[in-house]
C-alpha cells in the first residue's frame, strides 16, 4: 500500500532553487534581459557613472560597474533572495511606483541561471563585501577591498539551462539586443555618464550632460548616440496636461529610417515598448512618411503613477494607462501640433479624415475656374474630384488678367510651374510621376488587376538564362503590374501588353529595362520582391527630364500626384514639389540692400 503511487502526495513544495529557475525565465529571456536589469539597479542606487562590460555578447561575461549607494554585508547576500527589496514595504507601495525596480526578482532570478559575483561597499563603511552564487546557492562570502559602489558580474548564463542556452541567437544579435538596451537606458539618463566594452573595444562612452534643463541634456545625449546631425534635426515636443506631460524630439521625415532603431519612448523615465503610443506619434506625420520609414522619436511621457500601471509585464516592459483612448488622443495631437510649429509642409492639415479634403482643396488652388460655369468637376478613372469654384467676376476685374495667364507652363522641360492662391508651386516632373507609377504598382500588386495597355504590335525579346529565371520568379508581380506577357522556349518572352501610364515610348524596351532595375535594386536587402518592383516600374517607366509635356499631360499628372498617398515625396525620399509662397518672393526683392545696389 504504501508504495501506490497514488497516495503519494501529489502536490510538492519545489526546492527553492527550481522556483528560481522556472521565474528566471521570465524575467531574464536573454543577456540583454540581465543587463537591463543591473543597469536599473544601479541607476535606482543613485549611480552618477555606470559601465557595462561583455564578453561574448553577454552570454560569457556580463559585468555592470556603478558608483552608486552600495549595499551593506548582509543585504549583498540577501539581495540575491527572491522578493528581496529595498523599494517597496508596503502594498499601497505599489499605487506609487518611483523607482526601476520594486518586484526583488531581478537579482534572485539572474542568480539562479549563472555564477555571479558581487562586490559592494557603501561609501561610508570601510571594508565591502565579495559575495558569490552559483546557479543560485550561496559559494561565498568574505569581507574585501572594493571601491564605493556595486559590481556584479555575471558568468555564463543560462549555463545550467541548456534548453534557455541553445536557444541564444548569433552572438552579433544578441549584442545587437543588449546594444539596444544600453542605448535605452542611456537615453533616459542623460546625467548619468555610460561607457559599454564588448570583447576589449569600446563601443560607447558617454559623458554626463552638462545642461540643467532635462530637453536641453537629452539632446546632448542624442548628439552622443546618434550623431550631431540628427540631433540637429530634430524637433521639440513639450507640452503638459492635467494627465500627462511629454517631453523630448520627434525626428523630421525626410530623416526617416528604414528600421526603428532611432524610436525610444519612455513611461515615467522607463523605457517601454507600446505600439498604440508609437502610432499615436508616428500617425501625426500624416502623409509626410514614406511607407515602412520610421521617423526617429525620443518621447518621455510621465504621467501620475496613479494613472498609470507599470505591472504588467514580468519584464516590465509594457504599460497600461487607466484612460488608454485618451492618452492616445492626447499624444496624437500633441505630435501633430509640434510637427505643425516646425512647419515641416505647406498646407497641414488636422487629422487623418481631413487630410484627404485637404489636399483636394488645396489642389482646387489652382485649378483654373472654368469661364462657363461656377461649378468645375473634374472625372477621372472612377475617382471624381469635386471642386465648388464661383468666380465673383464683378467683384474682381483686376483679376481677370491673370486668368487669361496659362495657369500651368512648363519650364526647361523639367519642372512644372503653376499659379497657387499663395504664390507659386513647382513640380519636379519625373519625380512626380515616378510617385503616381509607384503607387499605383503597389496597389496593382495588391489586387492584382493593373490597368493594361495593348501594344499594337505584339514583340518578342530573348532574354539571357538569368534573366529568364527572374522573370519566371516573379512572373505574377509583372503580370500584377498589367504586363501581358508569354514565356516561351528558348528564353523567349512574348510581350503583348505593358501597364498603362507608363511615358509614351518606354514600351518596347520596358520589361527588359524593369529586370535590370530590379536586379540592380536587389542589392538593397531591405526590399522586399513587391516594393522592389513597385520602385523599377516606377523607374522605368516615369517621363524624363526633358520631356515636353502639353498642359493635359501637366493637368493630370497634378491631379494623379494629388491622389496619391504620399504626394510631397519620391519613394527615394526626394521633394516631388516645393511651394515658394509670396510673402517670400517679397522677402528676397526687399533684401537688396542700398550697398549691393551701388555695387551692381
Ligand atoms: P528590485 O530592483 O526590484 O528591488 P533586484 O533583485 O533587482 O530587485 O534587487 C534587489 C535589491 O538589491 C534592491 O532592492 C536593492 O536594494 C539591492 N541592489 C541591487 N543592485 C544594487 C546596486 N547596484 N546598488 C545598490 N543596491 C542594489
Ligand atoms: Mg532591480
Redesign the pocket.
Known amino acids: 500500500m504504501e508504495d501506490d503511487p497514488r497516495s503519494a502526495p501529489v502536490i510538492r513544495r519545489m526546492p527553492l532553487t527550481l522556483a528560481n529557475k522556472i521565474a528566471a525565465g521570465e524575467v531574464v529571456q536573454r543577456p540583454a534581459s540581465a543587463v537591463k536589469?543591473?543597469i536599473?539597479?544601479?541607476v535606482?542606487?543613485g549611480?552618477s557613472d555606470i559601465a557595462l562590460v561583455l564578453k561574448g555578447a553577454g552570454s560569457s561575461l556580463i559585468q555592470?560597474r556603478?558608483n552608486?549607494?552600495?549595499?551593506s554585508p548582509e543585504?549583498a547576500v540577501l539581495?540575491?533572495s527572491r522578493h528581496?527589496?529595498?523599494?517597496?514595504v508596503r502594498a499601497e507601495d505599489l499605487e506609487d511606483i518611483r523607482?526601476?525596480?520594486?518586484?526583488?526578482?531581478?537579482?534572485?532570478?539572474i542568480a539562479a541561471i549563472a555564477q555571479v559575483t558581487l562586490r559592494?561597499r557603501r561609501p561610508t563603511d570601510e571594508q565591502g563585501t565579495c559575495v558569490r552564487i552559483d546557479g543560485g546557492l550561496l559559494a561565498g562570502n568574505e569581507p574585501c577591498a572594493a571601491p564605493p559602489?556595486?559590481s556584479?558580474d555575471v558568468r555564463n548564463l543560462f549555463y545550467n539551462v541548456p534548453a534557455r542556452r541553445n536557444f541564444l541567437k548569433r552572438p552579433t544579435t544578441e549584442f545587437r539586443h543588449v546594444s539596444d538596451t544600453f542605448q535605452a537606458q542611456a537615453m533616459a539618463n542623460p546625467w548619468i555618464a555610460f561607457s559599454l566594452e564588448s570583447d576589449g573595444q569600446k563601443m560607447f562612452h558617454l559623458s554626463r550632460a552638462r545642461s540643467e534643463e532635462f530637453s536641453d541634456a537629452l539632446r546632448e545625449r542624442i548628439s552622443a548616440l546618434m550623431g550631431t546631425e540628427q540631433a540637429r534635426q530634430l524637433v521639440p515636443v513639450q507640452e503638459s496636461t492635467s494627465y500627462l506631460s511629454v517631453t523630448g524630439f520627434l525626428g523630421r521625415p525626410e530623416h526617416a529610417r528604414k528600421t526603428r532603431k532611432t524610436q525610444f519612448l519612455f513611461v515615467n523615465g522607463r523605457p517601454v515598448r507600446s505600439a498604440s503610443i508609437r502610432h499615436a506619434l508616428v500617425s501625426a506625420y500624416d502623409a509626410l512618411l514614406e511607407e515602412r520609414r520610421y521617423p526617429a522619436l525620443v518621447v518621455f511621457i510621465t504621467a501620475d503613477s496613479r494613472h498609470v500601471d507599470v505591472n504588467v509585464h514580468p519584464a516590465k516592459a509594457e504599460v497600461r494607462f487607466d484612460d488608454d483612448r485618451g492618452v492616445y488622443n492626447l499624444l496624437h495631437s500633441i505630435a501633430r501640433r509640434a510637427l505643425g510649429v516646425a512647419d515641416l509642409v505647406p498646407q497641414y492639415s488636422r487629422s487623418t479624415r481631413e487630410a484627404s479634403v485637404q489636399r483636394q482643396t488645396w489642389a482646387s488652388q489652382f485649378w483654373a475656374p472654368p469661364r462657363e460655369s461656377g461649378l468645375h468637376t473634374t472625372q477621372f478613372e472612377g475617382t471624381q474630384t469635386s471642386i465648388v469654384y464661383a468666380p465673383d467676376r464683378s467683384s474682381a476685374p483686376q483679376n481677370a488678367k491673370l486668368e487669361e495667364m496659362p495657369l500651368l507652363w512648363q519650364l526647361h522641360d523639367r519642372f512644372i510651374l503653376t499659379r497657387l492662391r499663395s504664390g507659386l508651386m513647382i513640380l519636379d516632373q519625373q519625380a512626380a510621376h515616378e510617385r503616381i507609377l509607384y503607387e499605383r504598382a503597389l496597389e496593382s500588386l495588391q489586387s492584382g488587376l493593373g490597368l493594361s495597355q495593348q501594344l499594337l504590335f505584339p514583340q518578342y525579346i530573348t532574354l539571357n538564362r538569368p534573366d529568364y529565371e527572374l522573370l519566371q520568379a516573379i512572373q505574377l508581380h509583372v503580370t500584377a503590374l498589367g504586363f501581358s506577357i508569354e514565356l516561351a522556349p528558348g528564353c523567349r518572352v512574348g510581350i503583348s501588353g505593358v501597364p498603362s501610364d507608363v511615358r509614351t515610348g518606354a514600351e518596347k524596351d520596358l520589361l527588359r529595362e524593369l529586370l535590370e532595375q530590379y536586379k540592380s535594386n536587389e542589392e538593397d536587402e531591405q526590399l522586399d520582391s513587391r516594393e522592389n518592383i513597385a520602385r523599377s516600374i516606377a523607374r522605368c517607366g516615369a517621363i524624363r527630364l526633358g520631356a515636353r509635356l502639353g498642359t493635359e499631360e501637366m493637368r493630370t499628372m497634378i491631379d494623379r500626384l494629388f491622389q496619391c498617398k504620399q504626394p510631397y515625396r519620391s519613394f527615394g525620399g526626394n521633394p516631388t514639389l516645393i511651394q515658394v509662397t509670396l510673402e517670400e518672393l517679397t522677402a528676397r526683392f526687399a533684401s537688396v540692400s542700398p550697398k549691393d545696389e551701388g555695387r551692381g
Open positions: 536589469e543591473l536599473e539597479n544601479a535606482d542606487a549611480a555592470v556603478d552608486g549607494s552600495g549595499m543585504d539581495c540575491f528581496a527589496t529595498s523599494k517597496i523607482t526601476l525596480g520594486f518586484r526583488g526578482e531581478a537579482l534572485a532570478s559592494t559602489g556595486t556584479i
